[in-house]
Each structure stands twice: as structure tokens, then as C-alpha cells.
């Protein structure tokens, strides 16, 4: 989750809180029928007041991504079903914002070949061990695109950790998140899934091994195929 800067007024910051906390949910950060934390955690993790971040879960509630539960066990929930968009729907919403599919992929191809190649210059054996167990339970849940998908935007974001780098953290969740529903469109199987973890296990290997410009090469390759899908379905 990203902190908002301080300086930000209460609207822009309630609009950015809405966004980037449906988009955690998208991307499986908080996953279905998970309790998100307190308000005051949330509102420390996502550098907002308590009043702004409960007119966000108000949004979000009516959105139907979250539920609320009073009681004893009761607190905020991500709702147990959350609904995929449509081909058609994802394509009026380029539209809304003036943004092009092209802009979207053009600005990842640039951003996460880079971070894999310094990730491989700056990345520790803790967090090579933990990537690898990422991809094993990619292979394990091959069959379960939900699951699949929540792992996938966790390496990628792994390997922005793994630059030390803040900036990059950053940059690098709001690509995923900006994608989240593009990616949900993508024809799945579990073939499909196996490759990707392949991939993933390719970029990981390169970038344990400290080879920079293989870790970019391989990352550069991993985005290739997802995008030439994106582009057959919406272009």
C-alpha cells in the first residue's frame, strides 16, 4: 500500500484513497472475504485521516467491494465476490480517462525490465528464498486462476522490493494496479499459468544469479506475451 503525500488536499486524497484501495483489492493484496486492518492502521498505511478513509470505505462499500459487519467479530470486510469487468466495459473506461492500452504497456516495458536489472544488482538471499516460494505454489495452484494471479502481482512486486528502493515500490504497484483488470480478462488455463510461472522462474534465476542484463531480458520477454494477449482482446 502506498502513503499519500501530506501535502495533498482532503478531495485529492479521499479520490487517491478510493482508488488505490480498490486497486489493492483487484490486485489480491486484500483478498475475498479478507478483514481489512483497523482504521487507524489503514489510515497510517495509507497516510490519510480516519474521516477521509471512512468516506472511501463508504464508496467501496457501495461499489460492492467491501462489506460491513458490526458486532463483537464485526469490522470491515472485501466482499466474498468481487465482479470482473467486461471486455466492452474495460474499453469505455480507456476511453473516460484518455488513456490508450499502447500508453499502459508502452509504460511498463520501460519500468520493470529496469527494476528486474537492478533488483538482480541489490537483491539479498531472503528475498530470493521468498520469491522462490512463489513461484512453487504458481506451479501448485496452476488450476486456480484467482490464486495464480494474486501470486504473480506478489513477484513482481517482490522484485521492486528487492531494489531497495522506494520510488520504484511505488512506480511498480501502481503499473499492477493499473493493469489488475486488464490482466483478469486474459483467457486462462492451466497450461497457461504453468508457462507464466516458467517465466517468472526464468526472471528469478537471472536475477539470483546477479545477471542484470538477463534478468532485463527475461522480464522484457514475460511482458511481451502478456501484452501482445492484452492487445488481441482490446485493441
Known sequence: MFRLPP???DQYAYEVTVERLSAAIKMGLYRAGEQLPSER???EIMGVSRTTLREAIRVLVVQGFLTV???????????DVLTVPSVRELKQRLL???????????????????????????????????????????????????????LDTEFHLSIARATQSDRLISIVAGIHAELSDLLAIIPHSAAACLASATQHQQIL???????????RFWMTEHIGRTSSLLKGLLD
Not at 72 to 77: E, P, S
Not at 112 to 121: F, I, K, S, T
Open 96 to 150: 473516460q480517462t484518455g488513456a490508450t492500452l499502447s500508453d499502459i504497456l508502452d509504460h511498463r516495458l520501460i519500468v520493470e525490465p529496469g527494476v528486474a536489472a537492478l533488483a538482480a544488482q541489490r537483491v539479498n538471499r531472503e528475498q530470493i528464498d521468498s520469491m522462490q516460494q512463489l513461484v512453487k505454489q504458481m506451479v501448485h495452484v496452476a488450476d486456480q486462476f484467482g490464486e495464480h494471479r494474486h
Open 69 to 79: 459487519k458490526r458486532g463483537r467479530t464485526g469490522g470491515t470486510f472485501v466482499a
Open 41 to 43: 492502521e489503514l489510515s
Open 205 to 215: 534465476d537471472a536475477i539470483a544469479e546477479g545477471e542484470s542484463e538477463m534478468a
Open 7 to 9: 501535502e495533498r488536499n
